[in-house]
């Protein structure tokens, strides 16, 4: 393996270091050792990644000063591509086939799109990296993928409540919650260790209607010393207007799915 | 947004947008397009792309030909680099803290590291490519990010079957099986349109110990008439020797979990 690159070759193999571990702080010392090459010469590599990037709304190449300090690509969305996912995403939910026999809608192949699940990753990473959360936290099953992706672009642990509990997972805190919608009680848990007290978590899931499942998600976090830097869901719906949480970002608003006629009414909410 | 690029922005641009999108084939035109340049000049980029990935192991460029044609880069991960990341893993997975009373491991935090789990989703695209599936598979809940970052970088559909049956994903193929160690009969099922008759789907999951579950989800892609490629794990006891399933690929190999010493025996299996 030739381990010598040129400048042009730096450059390629720098952006894909950086693409492949986005949010991750790389030390220009890693780079300098790896490439045999000078802090200045790197510098100088990393403005031309920074504006290419930059230009084509790829994300966003940050510089940390100092001893501890480094690079990092931040993988913010522009408004514009989010605008044209969410529009897509919409036309993709609204198509008739995807109605199920007591008006529910189909999602599962969308869910479970890495492509797809890679970029709405991304809007909630840009809509959510003020509040400076330190975990990402989900609930099985449905709305893993697009925790995880989340969690990848923030380069953030993801936590996975599970439903009932677990044996394998040692110690763990449980809470009854009512669901919203069908106002059953069921009960949710979290293996102990997996959020530390005083973490900041972000709660990300796939569908709210009432917020049912989100405010026992809240309450579980509550549960183990954490505090809620912001919940995020792909889609809710519009009734109720009421939810049992106070404060969400829906990325899709679900209006109606009229089973008769065939025809659901969805849209982008940024 | 000034979308003029010179040689160097370009192929900076060319490497973020190849990556962000493993095993996605781009056609020449679409670039072409983007950055007002004529085919030869893209041609001559993409082969300094080639080069610089191969010389530091980052995947593989490849040019496919003809009007369809294009180029993708396939993220395949070196010998080394497999046999540093399984090392690393099997040395994080042996610490005394991880065993939990009845003799299990605590996994979840590996499993549920994007960091982590794109790197063995790429193991598995190595190992698995010349299989040639066409979707990936897994059961909830614990393997669905290594499922996923599979199917990221296979650039393939994941589905996920589910223990029981929810109604919110239409009609559904249900399979009853035993749970190889507790001897347990158990459901899951697989929503009916996830699937489509004759697709090839690679198998993934976390960790294997009789292979009930594996042979489950075997028998569920044979019931919608798919074919199985390949079953991947990332964790297989060594006992029970013989699996309910032939064949199947482990990364690593739990050998004993010593509760009393505090003491885990695992080892890379690549």
């Given at each position: 393996m030739d381990k010598t690159a040129n400048r042009q070759g730096r450059r390629i193999v720098l952006t894909k270091m950086l693409a492949d571990n986005p949010g991750q702080l790389f030390s220009l010392g890693h780079f300098c050792t790896l490439f045999g090459v000078a802090k200045s010469t790197l510098s100088e590599d990393f403005e031309a990644v920074r504006q290419a990037l930059a230009a084509f709304g790829l994300g966003r190449l940050e510089t940390v000063a100092g001893a501890a300090g480094g690079v990092r690509l931040v993988p913010v969305k522009t408004d514009a591509a989010t605008h044209d996912l969410l529009a897509g995403l919409a036309e993709k939910l609204a198509?008739?086939?995807?109605?199920?026999?007591?008006?529910?809608?189909?999602?599962s192949d969308i869910l479970f799109s890495p492509r797809l699940m890679a970029q709405v990753g991304e809007v909630f990473l840009t809509s959510f990296?003020?509040?400076?959360?330190?975990h990402i936290m989900t609930v099985e099953t449905k709305g893993i993928p697009l925790a995880f992706a989340t969690a990848r672009a923030f380069n953030l642990p993801l936590v996975t409540v599970r439903r009932g509990s677990r044996v394998t997972e040692g110690t763990a805190v449980s809470i009854n919650y009512v669901t919203g919608s069908s106002r059953r009680i069921q009960t949710m848990s979290l293996p102990k260790r997996a959020v530390p007290a005083g973490a900041r978590v972000l709660i990300i899931d796939d569908f709210m209607k009432a917020g049912g499942t989100a405010r026992g998600l809240m309450d579980l976090a509550l549960e183990v010393g954490a505090t809620v830097a912001g919940i995020g869901v792909l889609v809710a719906t519009?009734?109720?207007?009421?939810?049992?949480?106070?404060s969400f970002l829906p990325l899709?608003?679900?209006?109606?799915?009229d089973e008769h006629n065939k025809k659901t009414d969805i849209r982008p909410a940024l």
């Open positions: 198509t008739p086939d995807r109605i199920i026999p007591g008006g529910f809608l189909y999602m990296a003020a509040a400076a959360p330190d519009a009734e109720p207007a009421a939810k049992l949480v106070d899709l608003i679900l209006r109606e799915v």
